[in-house]
């Protein structure tokens, strides 16, 4: 039963990625990156307000801290994958953000002056394999002479700024509830995204993008990172961080359901060495990926 909280996590963030992908067709993606975090907030609202006013003297001395982590983990990150749908797949959304750990890892070094072990660069270089290859179809050469295509590339540069997030978070180690840090961010990230709303063109919310928008808002934003802070409570950080590997393949299985999306031989491959690397670089580092709380 307690492993129902971390899988129920993977499952929802897996379907959000899903969830990216359809949207694009139907809003503009300034639009639902500002009505996720819209209704989001008014889901916490009556949860967490309270508790925010009552420690705001607590809170005061970092908002500048929290608006620039809201600006980095729910504007830019989250964007930036809603501005990738129409030029990539879901399975490559899930696959390039599985990056994010060893990209935080070696962002570490300078921000944490943490040093790498020998298993974070074979991983590194494992997974920068695979990511080459499945980015290519194969033919590195090609990637060389066409480079990667612009979904792919908005959603390395998410990846980094999601990575940088993370690390920042361990750097500031804000003395916060979980909870009130969300919140506030939440509040600033609405802020932040209403330039976008307002030059986006589809900001209608209709039958077809209104349930896109309350999944990004509740079960995405609100549920999922319930479960996984409940994970970590009852199962440990180490046990609750092995379950993220598995949203790639969640988020595949899902894809190749709802949108048809075909898996070349060559994405199996360049898959399984990204995870792999991955797995390999954190052997080391469990612990800290606890820290990363998604998208």
């Not at 990004?216 to 994970?231: D, H, L």
């Not at 491959?269 to 469990?286: D, E, H, N, P, T």
């Amino acid at each position: 039963m307690i492993y129902l909280f971390p899988l129920l996590t993977v499952s929802i963030w897996a379907g959000n990625a899903i969830v990216n992908k359809l949207s694009y067709s139907v809003i503009d993606p300034g639009a639902i990156a500002f009505y996720r975090w819209f209704f989001a907030m008014l889901a916490l609202t009556p949860f967490v307000l309270k508790s925010v006013i009552q420690n705001w003297a607590s809170i005061k001395p970092y908002l500048s801290k929290l608006a620039f982590l809201a600006l980095l983990g729910m504007v830019l990150n989250q964007s930036l994958g809603y501005f990738a749908a129409p030029t990539t797949t879901a399975t490559n959304m899930a696959l390039i953000m599985s990056l994010v750990p060893l990209m935080s890892m070696f962002l570490s070094v300078p921000i944490l002056k943490q040093r790498l072990s020998p298993l974070a660069m074979i991983g590194a270089v494992l997974s920068l394999g695979g990511l080459v290859l499945m980015l290519s179809h194969g033919d590195p050469s090609r990637l060389l002479a066409q480079g990667i295509n612009q979904g792919d590339g908005l959603l390395l540069l998410a990846a980094f700024v999601y990575a940088l997030y993370c690390v920042l978070i361990k750097r500031w180690d804000m003395p916060l509830s979980n909870w009130q840090s969300v919140y506030v961010q939440g509040v600033f990230a609405v802020l932040f995204l209403l330039p976008m709303l307002f030059t986006s063109q589809r900001v209608a919310v209709t039958g077809e993008s209104l349930p896109l928008i309350l999944f990004a808002a509740i079960p995405a934003s609100v549920i999922a990172p319930w479960c996984w802070m409940k994970g970590i409570q009852m199962l440990g950080a180490d046990k609750t961080a092995m379950f993220m590997n598995l949203m790639p393949v969640m988020t595949a299985i899902i894809a190749s359901m709802m949108l048809n999306e075909q898996l070349e031989p060559i994405h199996l491959i360049g898959g399984s060495m990204v995870l792999c690397g991955v797995a390999v670089a954190q052997i080391k580092f469990r612990t800290r990926r606890s820290k990363l709380v998604a998208a």
